[in-house]
């Protein structure tokens, strides 16, 4: 069956220090794959997004992969904050879909 | 003013209680989805509109309903609600066009509660 898998554990790093998220799936082929950051009680915002095309993406200090061998997505956030302590979701979007399919999220706990 | 809308923010009813909650956009999207998102389960797709004449169920449509009064306007009903549809409700929005990659801004939320 087609799955989405992201670390259900919390990621506690210390401020300054660079975290790195994963998103695994398995029986997709994703046409794009969208990071998504949502904050308690408050809607996702969207990130960033790399289709399958491309290996890499960058933003500011947020850096996605894509490895569509692996079938694995990495989320960088270099020079962590505590404000970047969020939930943060994958989503994907496989070409022959209607709707994306969404990831559980983990949680990003950025310590001062 | 936000893009994407959403009332009420919250609600509390009773079981039984019809219930609508109302999306609205003004970021000129043809798509409009409804979810609900629970702790532990994620987000998961009530319905969802691709235009004014187009409307899907999701994943968990069964107690829903929905209306999409306008390209801007797509209302997500509980005919008779019950205790575990208390959740919290997002509304959003994408943009049309094949092959779109359908990135999705979404509204603050409706967080509801059936006692």
């Known amino acids: 069956s087609q799955k989405i898998e992201q670390n259900s554990e919390a990621l506690n790093i210390q401020e300054g220090k660079t975290a790195t998220l994963t998103c695994n799936y398995t029986n997709y082929s994703p046409a794009y794959l969208q990071w998504y950051r949502q904050d308690p009680g408050r809607g996702p915002v969207f990130l960033l997004l790399?289709?399958?095309n491309e290996k890499e993406k960058r933003k500011e200090r947020l850096k996605v992969t894509f490895d569509t061998t692996l079938k694995q997505s990495l989320f960088h956030i270099t020079a962590s904050q505590p404000a970047d302590s969020a939930t943060y979701l994958c989503?994907?979007?496989?070409?022959?879909?209607?709707?994306?399919?969404w990831g559980l999220g983990t949680s990003l706990a950025v310590n001062p | 003013d936000a893009d994407v809308t959403q009332t009420p923010r919250n609600r509390i009813t009773k079981t039984g209680k019809r219930i609508m909650l109302e999306c609205s956009q003004t970021?000129?999207?043809?798509?409009m989805y409804w979810y609900r998102q629970d702790p532990g389960l994620g987000l998961r797709l009530i319905y969802y509109?691709?235009?004014?004449?187009?409307?899907n169920k999701g994943e968990i449509s069964d107690g829903y309903s929905v209306s999409r009064q306008a390209q801007a306007k797509f209302s997500l009903s509980l005919e008779s609600a019950i205790p575990n549809q208390t959740a919290l409700y997002f509304c959003?929005?994408?943009?049309?066009?094949?092959?779109?990659?359908?990135?999705?801004?979404f509204g603050p939320g409706t967080r509801l509660t059936v006692l």
């Open positions: 959003a929005t994408s943009e049309a066009g094949g092959g779109s990659p359908d990135t999705q801004y």
């Open positions: 970021k000129g999207h043809d798509r």
């Open positions: 509109s691709f235009d004014v004449k187009d409307i």
């Open positions: 989503a994907l979007k496989a070409g022959n879909n209607r709707k994306l399919i």
């Open positions: 790399i289709r399958e």
